[in-house]
């Protein structure tokens, strides 16, 4: 199984930006799909943005369009989420995870079989 840590959250400003990474360890995970999800206060966890590691196809929630980038560094087995144009509706604690889903699945957070800790994103108005 797949460990993760993500980091680089914080608080940003309207308008701010914010990379988050995710450091993945344990077995071979170049196979998986690598997802963000976030969740707000009150709010379902939803999906983000997704990137099959081995290919780098990638799919993006309709809000994320524009302003998300995913990405990995292989070298560095670490996962992005480039994040620009913030809004204080993107608040929340994000989440990478990782799972051999199928892609046609990827947006369901129940296909993922490894999930770090979480951190949290705060934009202020």
């Known amino acids: 199984q797949v460990q993760l840590v993500e980091s680089g959250g914080g608080v940003v400003q309207a308008g701010g930006s914010l990379r988050l990474s995710c450091a993945a360890s344990g077995r071979a995970f170049s196979r998986y799909v690598l997802a963000w999800f976030r969740q707000a206060p009150g709010k379902e966890r939803e999906f983000v943005a997704a990137?099959?590691?081995?290919?780098?196809?990638?799919r993006y929630a309709d809000f994320a369009k524009g302003r998300f980038v995913i990405s990995t560094d292989n070298a560095k087995n670490t996962g992005y989420l480039q994040m620009k144009s913030l809004q204080p509706e993107d608040t929340a604690v994000y989440y990478c995870?990782?799972?051999?889903?199928?892609?046609?699945?990827?947006?369901?957070?129940?296909?993922?079989?490894?999930w770090g800790q979480g951190t949290q994103v705060t934009v202020s108005s």
């Open positions: 995870a990782a799972g051999n889903t199928i892609w046609g699945n990827i947006e369901n957070a129940s296909g993922y079989i490894s």
């Open positions: 990137l099959r590691w081995s290919v780098s196809n990638t």
